[in-house]
């Protein structure tokens, strides 16, 4: 009945005797999350881990606690109890902006795209810890030619992800300007301009038309043959059991079960709490 | 820009939808009516209308040229000097051809909206770092400059209640004093909302003026005192309450005075030298003596505040096309996003805070502090208002707009409607031999008329009380352009915040390859 | 329990919050200074009792006008910095009509009654004397304002119905200087006296003074308090404060479910106009005098105490201007006069930083 999460249970609580296995193994870990709203609880006690280079999937029915989750991990909202570690250092608590210094970085459901920046400005804006970024650097006439070499570079690698999406036409355009499935694409790849070891995404696909929806999810599986680690939120079920290789489902702020794609065809309580909701 | 196919069309485009362009329609159409009048000898001088009508044939190529410029030039420097000089001629006209000013009052008068435009451009360019660029709605501006000036004037100023410290103490210290109260209002203040944030910096910028307008700290701080023990000694530094300060010595004159604060020490060499030549200038169109004395150093010390203006827009384009600037952008857009993508928003919000309020505070320092006294009084919140107007104008977001945007409050808005006061009277005596008379002294006595279908005293009234209606059209104009142009006249410009250019490197080397990254997509 | 409780939260209050904590100890310090200074004398009971007294009265001007800035903030989305103004507008318009009214028949002539420059002893104007130059003239500054506001939203701020707060805020400015000196260019930027001769007074007793209340003051306390129970009458026992309750918590949910937006939206322009008018004309009455920046000069006040009260809180507000009215009176046993505006700045600044929501915070009472 619910062996896909009593498994996945056990090799959790296995590997957590050893904290540099699984801090080598799984990059990110999440350990009885809690979280209310005034008197509504959103999450109930989440825990799971990712497997590092796997492409994740998050599911559940609406108001399962996926995106608190999500805030929680990254730190828009502080967890009233619980833990939330990535690599081998525990980031509970701490800001969006640190969460996203030790190389966790997410998308937004809705595309938050900065619309009156260009598409390049959008994808400049990203990369970590610029030397540029500094006032007095980027003023001061000598620091200022080491600033405009690293800017150089990240123009580069704009460049480069530009291509990549094969959005290189919009360079120039505000990102305001840009349609649902371009800003999505934008999005994907100003996440990945920051360079980081994992990235959170919140429903990559959801308004992007199929074509777009196929090369979204071509560009996920390219780059993790590069290595990247990915955790997808998802609304559309097909989506997630056809592209992801472990599935994380939620429901009522808890995990209810966890496994491959087959195990969570087959678990009754996942198939109970959809057909509750009716989704 | 390609030379050849320009022309026609894009001229036509410019017609079409220019708020320049109908403003030139309205002139040319004034131009045809007089043109019409003068042939029919209409008002008898002739000369008088030749005049007017050259008058306003020049100012009607004069705004459909700084339209063009504005709209089809790529370089800032060249727009900011082409408004600087078509103004010029405006005033320049008025002044010798209406109003029949000498020489000395021609220089002063070009002298007088140089100086205002560069303190408002200054102004505008470090509220645009906190407005334009980052989104911080700060509405306190006078009380920063306030800051900056008060400062000055109690560490290095001449009076009794001043330290007398040597005058570039006094300026570090205004600067810094501004930054820091800038700093202690935005520690806790920048969490805020926008709206929020408007109603502290305003009301911070009240507490600063009732304080410095206080008899408290007229003479000096007083000790502070808790439970008979004394915590601090009085500090014999006052801030002169309403009666205001005196500010240190304009520094300029030590250049032409040996003794700058004592005028009977005599001149030095420059001053033997540069007095005289002003004085001997003579120029056949204009009559009157030379130009004395007064106006030189006044003219010397905008020279200055030319340069200082020049270091602003220097150090703000600096700080805008980095990856600085790119956080502060993206801050303004979404806040959160930035943050998510690793950028300590709130260290780059204080900082920035912080650099804007510094700014003000010497830009108060280089306006107020140059006139040899300031009190509360210049420190209302209208004056935030008027460089906020100024921001709207020229284009939150562009630091060229910026600085237009000062140069056209100061020189239009500012004294625009004070100078036009005095020529209407001026060419309705030449033109019709009409005279106003003297205005009504009340609004019923203006009105009453009319039932009469008497105007001029309403005329009359209105000119009288010109700085009345001037604020009117301020608030009328602050309105018009939230409702249609709130982008002002340069927000529609892409300005991108990167230090290098953004066009694909591998194709910028061959030919013509700049069709992707050009602006003009 | 419970000792441990209080004591852990202010330990907690102490770690935590500091700045706040730090705030929350001043307060403390300076209650019981005043009863320290009340104990050895040093500050009289009546003096107390006469500065409470003040600032009541000046508070529930305050709070009047506030009802009408919460109410547009809450469900226009803008901090309004025109609402000074239609005080100004109300104030100016109302007088001219107890003028007119008052000084017909007399030997002024019209311009100066109308103009207000008419010498206030010979026209006369007391609540006692021509109590119906002064009924007319709140009528008139009612219905001036409320005109006046219709005019206003209809040319600045229904075509930018769909604009951010913060360019409604900036609009709000022109439209403030744009009243302002259209004050100006009528009545000029000289103070107009406007009551004189003798207003009944009576002196009360309290144990070591007295403290002096006027007919004024007395008929300004009585207009406010009627128009505020006017105001909670009619938002309660309407469908009109439903909607705009409604309107506050969501405008796009309010008008997928049917409520007349722009119907809610003349009604809280009318309400707060109205609001706005006799408080700018009542405050002139109680002060007997009055400039072009009567209502600029409260604005800030009428701010605080709105925030102070919590945005959209009707009771908030007028709660939030008494306490403003008294602690900008009451600050005077411990600082100069000069800086009483100053100590109710703080307090809002305060407010803004520690508790945005407001005393009322979360009760939309609307």
Known sequence: MSDAADAGRATETEAGTDGRDASAEYPLRVEDLHKSFGGITAVEGASFRIEAGSLTGLIGPNGAGKSTTFNLVTGVHKPDSGAVCFGDEEITGLEPHEVANKGLVRTFQIARQLDEMTVLENLMLAPRSQVGEVLWRSVLPGARRGVLAQESTVRDRAWEMLDFFEIDHLAEEFAGNLSGGQRKLLEMARALMTDPDMVLLDEPLAGVNPSLEKKLLEHVHELRADGYTFLLVEHDMDVIMNNCEHIIVMHQGRVLAEGTADEIRSNERVIDAYLGENV | MSGGGFALADARSYFRDSTAATAAGVLAVLYVLLSIAAMAGVGGTVPAWRETVLVFTVYALLIVAVGMLWRYSRNDAVIIVGVMAAIYVVYLMAGVLFLGLPLNGIVNTLRRITFLSAVYAMLVLALNLHWGYTGLFNIGVAGFMAVGVYTMAMLSGPADIALGLPLPVGIVGGVVAAALVGAIAALPALRLDADYLAIVTVALSEIIRLSYNSTVFQSSIPRLRLAGITLLPSIPVGTGGGQGIRTPTNPVRALYYKDPGDTSAGLTDLGEFAFGAADGVSVTLIGGQGVQPPVVIALTYVLVLVAFVAGFYWLLIRVGNSPFGRVLKAIREDELVANSLGKDTQRFKIKTFMLGCALMGLAGI???????????????????????????????????????????????????????????????????NTQLGSPPSTFVGAVAPIAQLDLTPLLAYSLRNISTLRFI???????????????????????????????????????????DGSESG | MGVSETYERGRRLLVERP??????????????????????????????????????????????????????????????????????????????????????????????????????RAVGVTIASKPLAVFLGLGVAVVFTVVLALFLDRVVYEPMRDAGGISLLIASIGVALAIRYAVVFVYSTDIRGLTAGDVPRSRLTIVDGAVVIDAHEVALVVGAVALMLGVHLLLQRTTLGKAMRAMADNKDLARVTGIPTERVITATWIIGAALAGSAGYLIALKRGAMNYNLGWVLLLLIFAA???????????????????????????????????????????ILILLFRPEGIYGGVKTA
């Open chain 2, 366 to 432: 280089l306006w107020r502090g140059s006139t040899g006294f300031t009190q509360p009084g210049d420190y209302l919140p209208i004056q935030t208002f008027y460089v906020f107007l100024a921001l709207i104008i020229g284009g939150a977001g562009s630091n060229t707009g910026s600085v237009v945007g000062g140069i056209v409050f100061a020189t239009l808005l500012f004294e625009g409607p004070t100078t036009l006061a005095r020529l209407i009277p001026e060419l309705l005596q030449r033109l019709f």
């Open chain 3, 306 to 348: 709105v925030i102070l009260g919590g945005i959209g809180s009707v009771y908030g507000a007028i709660l939030g201007g008494v306490a403003i009215g008294v602690v900008n009176n009451l600050s005077l046993v411990w600082i100069p006069s000069d800086f009483a505006r100053v100590a109710a700045f703080l307090i809002m």
């Open chain 3, 19 to 120: 700045f706040l904590a730090l705030v929350v100890v001043v307060g403390v310090l300076l209650f019981l200074d005043l009863l320290y200074k009340l104990g050895t004398g040093a500050v009289g009971i009546a003096t107390v009792v006469g500065h409470v007294w003040n600032g009541t009265v000046i508070g529930l001007i305050i709070g009047l006008a506030g009802i009408g800035l919460s109410l547009t903030y809450s469900i226009l989305g803008f901090a309004n910095f025109s609402h000074g103004d239609y005080l100004t507008a109300g104030a100016f318009s109302g007088w001219a009509t107890s003028y007119l009214v008052a000084g017909l028949g007399s030997s002024a002539d019209l311009a100066a009654l109308f103009l207000l420059t008419a010498s206030p």
């Open chain 2, 473 to 515: 059209l301020l608030g009328v104009l602050i309105v018009y352009m939230m409702q249609n142009r709130p982008d002002g006249l340069f927000g529609h410009r892409k300005e991108v915040a990167a230090g290098v250019d953004l066009r694909r490197p591998d194709r910028d080397t061959g030919a013509g390859a700049a069709t």
